[in-house]
């Protein structure tokens, strides 16, 4: 069945949020989307309030839609609660998961997997992203979810570094990441949260230094530091 127009710019907004097709802090040109999608301005702006209350856009009285940001003050509430979040998550999903759900998270893996083999950053972090949302529906937690939820926006924007590896080292990280998410899912299908809490931390700290790099960059050589000191000296 054919998604209707505002179903469609909905899901396709957020899709191009997670990708950073639409940079952190972009405004939105609602003339232009409106076009794009067959929609006149009030269906739009419904949307724009859905993706609000989500967390991927942020409403400014008198300037329209931007994409939210990730200055500092979000990084750092990002880094400090994630952890939390994700443990919290792991375990109520041992102990809450259904059989029936264990299907749909293995065959999202499956394509996660194949994304992260051909190296296609955007679909690996897209399937991530749908990986880690599925454990938050087996926690069947409705306070935990819409943190869990907003979590994952910065999550998978920040992870384009992690799935876009640049060394051999960083591949090996890519492929212990996708060993961790199977190890995930047989302690979920055993119902062993202290296995699967564990596991969730030590598959935090694989990716958290490459996502820092997208907030804190490698420095600049020294080469090219001393030659703007001297710039600056002269």
């Known amino acids: 069945m054919t998604a209707s127009p505002?179903?469609?710019?909905?899901?396709?907004?957020?899709?191009?949020?997670?990708?950073?097709?639409?940079?952190p802090g972009a405004e939105l040109d609602e003339t232009q989307i409106a076009k794009e999608y067959g929609l006149s301005?009030?269906?739009?702006?419904?949307?724009?309030?859905?993706?609000?209350?989500e967390g991927y856009l942020r409403l400014e009285t008198n300037r329209g839609a931007r994409v939210t940001s990730m200055d500092f003050n979000v990084m750092r509430c990002f880094f400090q609660t994630a952890p939390l979040v994700y443990a919290t998550m792991a375990r109520l999903a041992a102990e809450n998961r259904r059989s029936d759900q264990m299907g749909a998270l293995k065959?999202?893996?499956?394509?996660?997997?194949?994304?992260?083999?051909?190296?296609?950053?955007?679909?690996?972090?897209?399937?991530?992203h749908l990986f880690h949302q599925q454990i938050g529906d087996m926690a069947a937690n409705p306070y935990m979810m819409p943190a869990l939820n907003r979590?994952?926006?910065?999550?998978?924007?920040?992870?384009?570094t992690f799935y876009r590896p640049t060394s051999k080292k960083e591949k090996k990280l890519v492929k212990k990441a996708a060993q961790q998410h199977d190890a995930m899912i047989a302690a979920i299908e055993k119902q062993a949260p202290d296995v699967a809490v564990d596991l969730t931390l030590q598959h935090w700290d694989l990716s958290r230094d490459q996502m820092e790099r997208f907030v804190r960059p490698d420095p600049l050589p020294m080469d090219v530091v001393s030659f703007d000191a001297a710039k600056e000296a002269g």
């Not at 505002?6 to 940079?23: H, P």
């Not at 301005?41 to 209350?53: A, D, H, W, Y």
């Open 6 to 23: 505002k179903i469609a710019c909905r899901d396709a907004l957020k899709e191009r949020i997670l990708r950073l097709d639409l940079a």
């Open 41 to 53: 301005r009030t269906p739009l702006r419904e949307i724009f309030q859905t993706l609000s209350g």
């Open 107 to 128: 065959e999202t893996q499956l394509r996660f997997l194949a994304a992260t083999e051909a190296e296609d950053t955007a679909t690996a972090a897209l399937e991530n």
């Open 151 to 160: 979590m994952l926006i910065d999550h998978t924007r920040l992870s384009q």
